[in-house]
């Protein structure tokens, strides 16, 4: 069961492996667009071309549903980027039901672990396989792999890291669970050391130029390059996906801009941020320079 991306390598790890897909699970097809174009997930995409049975629950709480997986007489359910699955479908399986979630949990339960890490300046994160219970990414953990993330790391870079990593792990859990024929070693999860990833809404994304440089810039790497980081300028939203701590002193006041040296800087509570890939609302996504060529009048210059 997935819908995105993040979930392919998973998928096809298990279709290439001696292993048997009963049926893959994805999120109905939706129009979206000026002219409403139907879309299919990314999951979708991959299994159909592969020839895997796909099922596609307008909601998972359908008896129908049920009955259609009870038929499959599945040992096990895989989850990797899913909706929340009502204990009546993840009780199913005889093994049971495990899912594949991109952080060391306890850490970082929630919808948006990759973005909350490097928000949060994280220097290690992972990914872990779990059993599934009826709270969300609190069931027994199988396994878990650590991945260090580097100073300069986006969430979309990361991302596809952490979505290799993913399958290997999961692959392995699943050898796991088989070779023990449904019971491997797992341990609970200590709620004491749980933190939260909830998910990102818009006004999350709003860069706050009174916190300090290293914050900020942490805050920018963690929604690059999606949702993104953005600000308002001249009553336009520009959103910020790259940038470079300078490490000299601002003494400007927050959140200004400046250019120097045919760069452009924004000022944070103690030091100068300097930008180097933004959009401006309604025009294309470039770097600084590109950017500059076009809206350098729209800023100060200072030595």
């Not at 994805?26 to 020839?51: C, H, L, M, W």
């Not at 998972?60 to 259609?68: H, V």
């Not at 699955?85 to 990759?114: D, T, V």
């Not at 991302?159 to 023990?180: C, K, N, P, W």
Request: charged fraction near 25%.
């Amino acid at each position: 069961m997935g819908t995105p991306g993040f979930a392919v390598p998973s998928l096809k790890a298990l279709l290439n492996s001696h292993h048997k897909i009963s049926a893959v699970v994805t999120v109905p097809d939706k129009a979206r667009g000026r002219g409403q174009k139907v879309s299919e997930s990314e999951v979708k995409i991959f299994a159909v071309e592969n020839f895997l049975p796909v099922i596609q629950p307008v909601s998972l709480k359908d008896p129908g549903f049920a009955s259609e997986l009870e038929s499959l007489r599945p040992d096990l359910i895989v989850v990797v980027a899913f909706r929340i699955l009502p204990k009546s479908i993840f009780k199913i399986p005889r093994y049971g039901s495990i899912n594949l979630h991109a952080s060391l949990l306890p850490k970082y339960r929630g919808a948006a672990p990759i973005n909350r890490a490097i928000m949060n300046g994280e220097r290690e994160t992972g990914v872990t396989t779990f059993f599934l219970q009826e709270k969300v990414d609190t069931g027994s953990i199988i396994m878990q792999e650590k991945l260090d993330i580097a100073y300069d790391e986006t969430a979309g870079t990361l991302h596809d890291r952490l979505m290799l990593l993913g399958a290997e792990t999961l692959f392995s859990t699943v050898e796991l669970i088989d070779s023990y024929d449904g019971k491997p070693p797992a341990h609970k999860q200590n709620n004491g050391e749980a933190t939260g990833a909830p998910k990102i809404f818009k006004e999350d994304c709003r860069i706050d130029f009174n916190r300090s440089v290293d914050e900020v810039y942490d805050f920018i790497r963690g929604l690059s390059p999606y949702p993104g980081a953005y600000t308002e300028y001249n009553e336009k939203f520009i959103k910020i996906y790259g940038a470079v701590k300078s490490r000299w002193d601002s003494l400007k006041g927050p959140g200004r801009f400046f250019i120097k040296e045919e760069k452009l800087y924004v000022s944070c509570l103690n030091e100068f941020l300097e930008i180097t890939e933004l959009q401006m609302e309604g025009k294309k996504r470039m770097n600084s320079r590109e950017f500059l060529n076009g809206y350098s009048a729209l800023f100060k210059k200072f030595k």
